[in-house]
């Protein structure tokens, strides 16, 4: 069984950052792409930002020049910087991963959300 685990949420004011980490664990071989996605309240779930695990990278428009997104495939983490956050930043980030398993099989698992805030 694979976990993700990601930390960093909280309330932030309007203009400040926070950075979320998102840890893979488990019985697998490697993780391949992993992304950020987000879900505000009564909004469909969209997507941040994503990264290969070479490193190749794109993101949502709405955060482009904002976040960046990067990863330590040492440590199966990937991070998710956010700067000059908005209030329309406010919403339920969650970590996506690709994972390869012995037999070469891949599954998509999600985090379980960590709660982003932006408000004065």
């Known amino acids: 069984q694979v976990q993700l685990v990601e930390s960093g949420g909280g309330l932030v004011q309007p203009g400040g950052s926070l950075r979320l980490s998102c840890a893979a664990s488990?019985?697998?071989?490697?993780?391949?792409?992993m992304g950020w996605y987000r879900q505000a309240p009564g909004k469909q779930r969209e997507l941040v930002a994503v990264?290969?695990?070479?490193?190749?990278?794109n993101s949502a428009d709405s955060v482009k020049g904002r976040f960046s997104i990067s990863r330590d495939n040492s440590k199966n983490t990937v991070y998710l910087q956010m700067n000059s956050l908005k209030p329309e930043d406010t919403a339920v980030y969650y970590c996506n991963a690709d994972v390869q398993d012995w037999l070469s099989r891949r599954t998509e698992y999600w985090g379980q959300g960590t709660r982003v805030t932006v408000s004065s």
């Open positions: 488990g019985s697998f071989v490697r993780v391949n792409a």
């Open positions: 990264i290969t695990r070479s490193d190749s990278t």
